[in-house]
């Protein structure tokens, strides 16, 4: 049997085995490439049989494989889809390279060791950032998607070189990194209940037997939000009118264009004596917080063409409003839900049922 490791020495042989891991979880190639040179120049020990990651043709085919990945990630769209394959090879090389720096180790513990902290860590760093690339490209289109391709290249090499010259310091900031990753799932995960509550709430109210001829609709969400110029719109500052809101995604926005505009218009006469408000939202849940300030410049900069960004999704969740649309809401002057449409083209038709609505609630008494 082999001698076991002193124990400062297999503590640091995990940190380096998880850092790399994780960094795998960011680009699966650079970490291969940062571990072979590592034990090319003799900084990084190597397990019985892992001896090839510092062979001449493994250094090459690593830089090569490299090299076309970090230019890949830079490709909007493409990106995406390189994410499905990287998944299962992130996996695989997080196992192998946490295995490789586990010397004197029985293979079967190693491996098992390997499979576990190395395998996971990578698969789930890999998971997550690849969800924050699905979300970039939804909310911007893809633009935003080189910027975050940089962070990941940049961290990835940093975390697996840190890995090879200060491991334990690699280990905190992997730690870090996958703790980082369970709480952002479960936010999301809360998140999906929480769009599921007005269903379960709608369900509910169904079942039971109606106790009035026109139950009370539901009442506008109470929000403090900003928007594009940091201004703080609060529901307080909307009671006693009829509220209009029109909300959507970016894939919404275009037919936004085409409703907003006819229907501020035709109460005009109302807006000015305060019995009407529209109430823009633009739907921004999912949006990487390091893109938000791009995202605000791509909002109209005159002061009187304000939007909510609704960055947490209170409205959509709230009213679950459809993707790729344009969600129009009218609420009473009592803040009750009235009317609700996910509307894509203009309809002249429906706008004459949406105008004849505001007017008719807003020259009611509340």
Same mark, same amino acid.
């Given at each position: 049997?082999?001698?076991?490791?002193?124990?400062?020495?297999?503590?640091?042989?995990? =940190?380096? +085995?998880?850092?790399?891991?994780?960094?795998? #979880? @960011? *680009?699966?190639?650079?970490?291969?490439?940062? %571990? $072979? /040179?590592?034990?090319?120049?003799?900084?990084?020990?190597?397990?019985?049989?892992?001896?090839?990651?510092?062979?001449?043709?493994?250094?090459?085919?690593?830089?090569?494989?490299?090299?076309?990945?970090?230019?890949?990630?830079?490709?909007?769209?493409?990106?995406?889809?390189?994410?499905?394959?990287?998944?299962?090879?992130?996996?695989?090389?997080?196992?192998?390279?946490?295995?490789?720096?586990?010397?004197?180790?029985?293979?079967?513990?190693?491996?098992?060791?390997?499979?576990?902290?190395?395998?996971? =860590?990578? +698969?789930?760093?890999?998971?997550?950032?690849? #969800? @924050? *690339?699905?979300?970039?490209?939804?909310?911007? %289109? $893809? /633009?935003?998607?080189?910027?975050?391709?940089?962070?990941?290249?940049?961290?990835?090499?940093?975390?697996?070189?840190?890995?090879?010259?200060?491991?334990?310091?690699?280990?905190?900031?992997?730690?870090?990194?996958?703790?980082?990753?369970?709480?952002?799932?479960?936010?999301?995960?809360?998140?999906?209940?929480?769009?599921?509550?007005?269903?379960?709430?709608?369900?509910?109210?169904?079942?039971?037997?109606?106790?009035?001829?026109?139950?009370?609709?539901?009442?506008?969400?109470?929000?403090?939000?900003?928007?594009?110029?940091?201004?703080?719109?609060?529901?307080?500052?909307? *009671?006693?009118?009829?509220?209009?809101?029109? %909300? $959507?995604?970016?894939?919404?926005?275009?037919?936004?264009?085409?409703?907003?505009?006819?229907?501020?218009?035709?109460?005009?006469?109302?807006?000015?004596?305060?019995?009407?408000?529209?109430?823009?939202?633009?739907?921004?849940?999912?949006?990487?917080?390091?893109?938000?300030?791009?995202?605000?410049?791509?909002?109209?900069?005159?002061?009187?063409?304000?939007?909510?960004?609704?960055?947490?999704?209170?409205?959509?969740?709230?009213?679950?409003?459809?993707?790729?649309?344009?969600?129009?809401?009218?609420?009473?002057?009592?803040?009750?839900?009235?009317?609700?449409?996910?509307?894509?083209?203009?309809?002249?038709?429906?706008?004459?049922?949406?105008?004849?609505?505001?007017?008719?609630?807003?020259?009611?008494?509340?």
């Amino acid at each position: 049997m082999s001698p076991e490791l002193p124990q400062p020495t297999l503590i640091a042989a995990v =940190a380096t +085995g998880i850092g790399l891991a994780a960094a795998v #979880g @960011l *680009r699966v190639f650079v970490p291969l490439l940062v %571990a $072979g /040179l590592g034990a090319r120049v003799g900084l990084l020990p190597l397990a019985t049989g892992f001896d090839w990651l510092g062979s001449d043709p493994a250094l090459v085919m690593f830089a090569a494989a490299a090299a076309c990945e970090i230019v890949a990630y830079f490709v909007p769209f493409l990106d995406n889809l390189l994410d499905t394959v990287a998944g299962p090879a992130a996996v695989v090389a997080g196992t192998v390279l946490a295995a490789a720096t586990l010397v004197d180790m029985a293979p079967w513990l190693r491996w098992a060791m390997a499979l576990i902290a190395g395998g996971g =860590a990578a +698969g789930l760093v890999h998971g997550t950032t690849a #969800g @924050l *690339r699905a979300g970039s490209s939804v909310a911007t %289109a $893809g /633009l935003a998607n080189p910027l975050l391709a940089l962070v990941e290249w940049g961290g990835s090499a940093l975390l697996a070189g840190l890995a090879i010259l200060v491991p334990l310091l690699a280990l905190v900031l992997a730690v870090a990194l996958v703790v980082a990753v369970a709480r952002v799932f479960r936010r999301r995960r809360r998140r999906r209940l929480l769009g599921l509550a007005p269903l379960l709430l709608a369900a509910a109210l169904a079942a039971e037997p109606a106790q009035a001829a026109e139950p009370p609709g539901t009442p506008l969400v109470e929000f403090r939000i900003k928007d594009q110029f940091d201004t703080l719109h609060t529901s307080g500052a909307y *009671r006693g009118a009829v509220v209009v809101v029109v %909300a $959507g995604d970016r894939q919404g926005s275009r037919y936004i264009e085409q409703w907003a505009p006819a229907l501020r218009d035709s109460v005009a006469d109302l807006i000015a004596r305060h019995r009407v408000k529209f109430l823009p939202v633009a739907h921004l849940k999912g949006v990487p917080f390091f893109v938000k300030r791009t995202i605000k410049g791509k909002f109209p900069q005159e002061r009187d063409k304000w939007t909510l960004m609704d960055y947490e999704g209170l409205f959509k969740l709230t009213y679950v409003m459809p993707d790729d649309h344009c969600s129009l809401l009218v609420f009473d002057r009592a803040g009750r839900l009235r009317m609700q449409h996910a509307v894509t083209d203009f309809e002249p038709a429906l706008q004459d049922e949406l105008i004849a609505a505001i007017r008719r609630l807003g020259v009611a008494p509340r």
